[in-house]
């Protein structure tokens, strides 16, 4: 036999061999594919829900306000656990109960990677949004300590600056006709969150409204782009919002340039070097180190990841703490204008602080507010969680496969009768106050049935302020492992930059024939509506 044939007949046995091997792992692969969607569909079989007639599942209700519907009709059906098909491999199990929803939250440790995505997208690399719970855990804790530390001495200093700031805004757009609480609440919520990050340079900056405008932008668009599986290079509008993204990093930039020349509150950093780490951080404004040498994508140990963007954690700091410290703002100015005897009893309870005679200057009341606004508007309808590696088994039996997307309806806890009581879809801020030297439980104004019994005059007697969480239905700021960890830092920062607003401005709505329009309730879903209001200064 020729040795040509002999290295035709060796080639045609390697590639024989080659095809088989592929072959057997292509074979191995899918099995184990198969097995794992079995094994889902046997785990998931066993939970409560909604028959699927469709291989594409549920997934037509993915708008939330159709699915905190089905949701709501599902748990009256089924109980407090139940599932929803969004297709073949993919499950949803929404949680109701409080008790186990406490339990749930504990155990999820992780966010959905679409939630990574976005931000990655939008940002580049961050160690602070990451959907593994395990790759943020010690950025937490650590942004966590600087949040609810320093950074609250800093919010006395700045909030009447920021009053003062957003005034002037608002006057220049109201001579143009009458605004929105909305675009109120966006301007509060943004000066509020740059000044503290920034500090006073922010204030000045030429470039703070562009600045605003893109995080709208980019905000509106970021889980749209996210929810390709493949990132979508071949579309126009993508590279758009891209570039948007880079503009938006360019500003921030800048505007850490701008505190480093105006407020010196940055040391030099090595641009050109992703090794060196920032020396001290925003240090002068608030008399000692910030969050900034935790958000400029340092690690506890000094070390930076080499694929992080820099930064980006600021980035995603004030695209998050945006938008939900703006939700929370807006929902309070609707309803201090909606609520006027509210509004005055909060105005007299700024003024005896201001003058010493509330007990350590709190002001129960307007905090009671707040928690309120959050309890009947949260951030948003659903709460999601996942555990991507891990299946869950609960207290009381159910277990929930690992990568199932576990979801709680947030706003129909908050609005459960059975928890919160028979007015449990009406504004009553004095189910979060007491009577001092009662139980935390016996409320000042809520009775046992949820009735609102007479209003305790603070003037005449002291009301205590009880803490939200310890109700396992509040989940205005979410619990658990992956709970709001800034949740201290926007109540106080938002109860301060109210209290400014109220001593000198009294919030009113905009006359006209539907000058008090109602909050409604639109398939199960609370809403308040953004009426046009006026501000009126005090005389003082």
Known sequence: MSSESLLRDYAQREINAFLWISLISITVLLLQKVIKLFRLWNQARKIPGPPCS?????????SSQNLTEVLAQSHEKYGSVVKLWLGPTKLLVSIKEPVIIKEMLSKAHDKLPLTGRAFRLAFGQSSLFASSFDQVQKRRESLAT???GRLLERGNVIHARVVDCVMERICKITDKGSIECKMVSQHM????LGATIFGDAFLAWSKANVYEELLMMIAKDACFWASYSVTPFWKRGFWRYQHLCTKLKCLTQDIIQQCRKNCKLFCPVDRNSHNETPNKGMEAAIGGPSCSDILLT???HGQLHAREEPCGNIMGVMFHGYLTTAGLVGNILATLATHRE?????????IRARQGLEKDNTMPLLLATIYESARLMPAGPLLQRCSLDHDLTLKNGVTIPAGTVLVVPVQLVQTDDCTWGSDASEFNPYRFLSKTGKQSDQACSVSSTGGAEEYVDPKHS?????????NAAFLAFGSG???CLGQKFVTQGVATLFASLLERYEIRLQPGPEANPKPTMNNYVFELPSPKMVFVKRDT
């Open 298 to 300: 340092q690690e506890p």
């Open 462 to 470: 002291s009301c205590v302020l009880n803490d939200p969480n310890d």
């Open 54 to 62: 469709s291989l594409c599942g549920h997934s037509r209700l993915i």
């Open 481 to 483: 492992s992956r709970a």
């Open 342 to 350: 509210i509004q005055d009893k909060i105005y007299s309870e700024i």
């Open 189 to 192: 919520a943004f000066t509020m």
């Open 146 to 148: 600087e949040l609810n």
